[in-house]
């Protein structure tokens, strides 16, 4: 599947299907968000309306159809 090589970029800091734990060095966990707040959060990396270090960037490198998708994964993740 697809997205799921998309969502495997996200790995390295929010651990494996997005379920990174408190004691992972990454960021928040992922898995079993609502789909429509990581779209959003998403979204608002892609357009620099929200504050990171890196997502800005790996976000461009996404459609906003690609990032819907991505999204829908984390979110069926448990």
Same mark, same amino acid.
């Given at each position: 599947?697809?997205?799921?090589?998309?969502?495997?970029?996200?790995?390295?800091?929010? !651990?494996?299907? !997005?379920?990174?734990?408190?004691?992972?060095?990454?960021?928040?966990?992922?898995?079993?968000?609502?789909?429509? *707040?990581?779209?959003?959060?998403?979204?608002? /990396?892609?357009?620099?309306?929200?504050? =990171?270090?890196?997502?800005?960037?790996?976000?461009? !490198? *996404?459609?906003? =159809?690609?990032?819907?998708?991505?999204? !829908? *994964? /984390? =979110?069926?993740?448990?």
């Amino acid at each position: 599947m697809q997205v799921r090589s998309w969502a495997a970029t996200c790995a390295n800091c929010h !651990g494996t299907e !997005g379920r990174s734990s408190s004691t992972d060095a990454g960021l928040a966990r992922l898995a079993g968000l609502d789909k429509a *707040y990581l779209v959003e959060r998403l979204t608002a /990396f892609r357009e620099g309306k929200r504050p =990171a270090t890196i997502m800005h960037q790996l976000t461009k !490198g *996404y459609t906003p =159809a690609q990032l819907d998708a991505i999204a !829908g *994964y /984390f =979110a069926a993740q448990k």
